[in-house]
């Protein structure tokens, strides 16, 4: 743990993230800033999709989630992604400023763009285009099941079933997985999960989201939100899917296209951030989806979901407690919740006693942590040389050393981490395999 740190992380919902009446009293008594945030979106939605949000969700009979799938999909998204917007500003305006922001799935352009990478009017635009891309382009009919086990589990599941397009597409935790593909190979697995005694839940979901059978739409996104402006961030935003901090200069276009055929790796990100320093973590949307998920994988962290109960008044208020420093000063810099390398979360290089050493074949070993590096970060594997910087020369941060440090640490059964293990100890692609042959047991 780095406990020169005490952060907090906003936390902002994706897919599902609805509630009916939620800032429905807000609305009704002429909030501004509730007003202001969802008519602006409902002129950029009105214009491009030919839909209103608000009239919608704050109709005095607001429409279930189900109604909503079922019959109205895309206003289904605008309204997550409007709440969420809706409710950073009704903290700001109390004072309450995360020091780092993580979205999960639609929830990173909520994230972004509370962050100030577009202003809401663009963003509400690229939500759009992505909505249209994936009613034109996506034919698969495909749909996504939340598998009450972990990764491991998941995967053998999708393995079992041996389907080109059945994918391991989110892991949330310990105790939850989500696969993604077409229809009949999502029921075949909701089959062999209880079979197997596993629950599952069809999730509220229009496409297969996370899955390369939204390739095509993934191409023509890129091409139609290219066009608009992106500025400089002004809090950190980690990205479960790209698994490291956005940086100035990203190409926001490709990397938010990208989503839509990338998995979701919400645990892992979770728990770095958590070793890093975050101890409040505060739902920016509807209902308690994320903070359940924290609060069951890291007791004791205060965990805050301000739209989760009756009162929306009383939530934002606990919730703008939360995101406050505690010791009174100022957000945690920008510079300093990047750097931080937190040790907790990395694996061990200690190997257990032996009686005798352990022969270890560099080559190959290099060649498997090659393997994983290039894939987590999608780089090809000849960039992996034993002297290549990791963060000066790849961009590694220390955020995403860690991520990867564990991912090593399971593959090759490390153990349990040293005190004092410092990521940045491990600075180039050399040392890293260094550190996975010294811990190799038997």
């Known amino acids: 743990m780095n406990r020169e740190l005490h952060m907090s992380v906003a936390l902002f919902p994706g897919q599902g993230a609805y509630r009916p009446g939620t800032l429905a009293g807000l609305w009704e008594r002429g909030d501004d800033t509730v007003r202001d945030t969802y008519e602006e979106v409902d002129a950029v939605a009105k214009e491009k999709l030919g ?23 895309d206003t289904l998204q605008l309204a997550v992604f409007t709440t969420s917007v809706a409710t950073h500003r009704l903290l ?19 994230a972004l763009t509370c962050a100030g ?23 698969s009919g495909g749909a996504m099941l939340a598998l009450g086990c972990g990764r491991e589990r998941a995967e053998r599941v999708v393995a079992l079933i041996d389907h080109p397009d059945l994918v391991l597409a989110v892991d949330n935790s310990a105790g939850q997985a989500v696969v993604s593909g077409p229809a009949d190979a999502v029921a075949t697995a909701a089959g062999i999960a209880a079979q197997l005694g596993i629950t599952s839940t069809q999730l509220r979901s229009p496409h297969p989201f996370h899955n390369p059978l939204l390739a095509e739409a993934r191409r023509q996104l890129v091409a139609r939100i290219a066009p608009l402006r992106t500025r400089p961030l002004t809090v950190p935003v980690y990205s479960p899917i790209l698994g490291r901090f956005y940086r100035d200069g990203d190409d926001l276009a490709e990397l938010l296209a990208l989503h839509l055929v990338t998995p979701v790796d919400f645990r892992t990100s979770v728990a770095a951030l958590h070793a890093a320093g975050a101890r409040e973590f505060v ?26 109960g009756r009162d929306d008044e009383a939530g934002l208020a606990s919730a703008a407690e939360a995101l406050r420093d505690p010791l009174g000063g100022d957000a945690v810099p920008a510079a300093a919740v990047q750097a931080a390398a937190p040790a907790a979360a990395a694996v061990s290089a200690a190997a257990p006693a032996q009686s005798a050493p352990v ?67 491990y600075d180039t692609f050399g040392k890293v395999v260094d550190f996975v042959a010294a811990g190799i047991a038997p």
């Open 51 to 73: 839909r209103n949000v608000s009239s919608t969700v704050f109709r005095p009979s607001p429409p279930s989630p189900a109604t909503l799938l079922a019959s109205a999909p």
């Open 92 to 110: 700001a305006e109390r004072g309450a400023r995360a020091s780092v922001h993580l979205g999960h799935s639609l929830g990173e352009l909520a």
């Open 117 to 139: 990478a577009y202003d809401l009017a663009d963003a509400a635009a690229v939500l759009c285009e992505r909505i249209s891309v994936l009613r034109e382009h996506d034919t």
């Open 283 to 308: 739902e920016i949307g509807a209902g308690r989806v994320l903070t359940a998920l924290v609060a069951q994988a890291l007791p004791g962290v205060h965990a805050v979901a301000p739209l989760a």
């Open 359 to 425: 022969e270890v074949d560099r080559d190959e070993l290099t060649a498997k942590v090659r393997a994983l590096y290039a894939e987590a970060m999608e780089y090809p594997d000849e960039v992996f040389t034993d002297d290549v910087l990791l963060e000066a020369d790849l961009g590694i941060d220390s955020v995403k050393q860690t991520e990867l440090l564990s991912r090593l640490g399971d593959r090759f059964g490390l153990g349990v981490p040293p005190a004092g293990l410092r990521v940045a100890d």
